[in-house]
């Protein structure tokens, strides 16, 4: 059983690794090429819970406040998100992302069901059921952490 839990170890790296290089080399070739992966990241943040402030984004993304200020200034500048004021309270600030930013999510989500389907074609529904029971308890040992 050692060697398995090495195999699927070994499996966890390389597959953590790769996704970051495929994220990275099809950014480049994308009409989206002036983002970094980080980036990329915080618009999929975004997006995700519309509307959200720096500190709420930040949160998401387990990064400090400063880093997601200058991520948001730097999408902002980009053109991919804007800040707006809170409908109820006005000294907040929400973050919201432009039409250039939800194509780019929209872009990235594809991407992202294009690579489960591939990861989990031709399995069982108890095949199923054990990586997402896996993945499960991967990510609340990430959560935790």
Do not use: P, W
């Amino acid at each position: 059983m050692n060697d398995l839990y090495q195999e699927i170890s070994n499996a966890l790296y390389n597959t953590y690794y790769g996704i970051n290089r495929i994220e990275e080399e099809e950014l480049k070739k994308s009409r989206f090429n002036d983002l970094t992966v980080k980036e990329l990241h915080a618009i999929d943040a975004i997006t995700e819970y519309d509307n959200l402030t720096a500190s709420q984004v930040a949160k998401k993304l387990h990064l400090t406040r400063a880093t997601t200020t200058s991520t948001v200034d730097r999408l902002v500048k980009k053109g991919y998100a804007m800040r707006v004021r809170d409908e109820n309270d006005r000294r907040i600030i929400r973050v919201k992302l432009t039409r250039k930013g939800r194509l780019v999510c929209r872009a990235y989500h594809s991407y992202h069901n294009m690579m489960v389907k591939s990861f989990l074609q031709n399995l069982d529904e108890d095949e199923l059921k054990t990586i997402y029971q896996a993945f499960t308890n991967l990510e609340n040992f990430v959560n935790s952490h």
